[in-house]
């Protein structure tokens, strides 16, 4: 997105109202979390490696699913250096700092596989919810047919996250095996600018039925 661009679609941290414009990503960057702080979701690039590995770093065992991220630093570098190069990465950052990290792997798979991090001190914010649309977005738009994604049984807060998104389970065999088809209209729902996702926040027109007819929301269109 050129700054010329960026000004048009982006004008005001307050997207509620966008309708989006053809220089948009497939999914709007701006989140704002539960807690009502101010997050952006980007694609994210070969800089973000270092980054990526002192959040990491901070992973606690318990923070850790299926043996990832690994634990030792050479390890974990090597592991993000290999997700960077094959997949479609993005990652949530706040102030300058980054809390978050979603992937979809190989770029070139039918169904490739879904991967979603996100530091305990983000969690329950709604934050793995919005990493995983942006993924579903992007995938959406780059022509996938599906996403997959495997996930601990008694892994209760992920098994959420991915039902809230659309997932569903299609296999049980030890861990879960969860799909999510990109034919789906949950698929194309993220991709809505948010003012058709949401809804205008406060009515733009009056909504009173008028005589011979319901009334209509811009979104209606």
């Known amino acids: 997105m050129t700054p010329d661009t960026a000004s048009v679609a982006c004008d005001g941290w307050d997207g ?27 694609p994210a690039t070969d800089a973000d490696e270092p980054f ?10 318990a923070d850790r ?6 634990v030792s630093r050479r390890r974990c570098v090597e592991w993000i250096r290999s997700l960077l190069s094959e997949g479609n990465n993005v990652v949530a950052e706040r102030n300058g700092e980054l809390f978050g990290h979603a992937v979809y792997t190989p770029t070139d798979a039918a169904v490739p596989e879904l991967a979603v991090f996100v530091h305990p001190d983000a969690q329950d914010r709604g934050v793995g919810t919005e990493l995983c ?16 994604l495997h996930v601990e049984t008694g892994n209760r807060a992920a098994r959420s996250v991915y039902g809230t998104v ?17 034919d789906d209209p949950v698929a194309t729902e993220v991709r809505w600018p948010p003012l058709a996702r949401e809804g205008p926040a406060e009515p733009a027109v009056d909504l009173t039925p008028a005589e011979g007819g319901a009334g209509r929301s811009p979104a209606d269109d």
């Open 166 to 182: 659309g997932f569903e389970v299609v296999e049980r065999r030890g861990d879960l095996r969860m799909r999510l088809d990109l």
């Open 52 to 61: 990526l590995a002192e959040m990491y770093e901070r992973f606690d065992r």
């Open 16 to 42: 509620t109202e966008c309708e989006g414009t053809p220089h948009c990503p497939p999914r709007c960057p701006r989140f704002v979390d539960k807690e009502g702080a101010r997050w952006t979701v980007r």
């Open 65 to 70: 699913a299926q043996g990832l991220p690994p």
């Open 133 to 148: 649309r942006h993924v579903v977005a992007n995938a959406d738009a780059a022509g996938r047919e599906g996403i997959e």
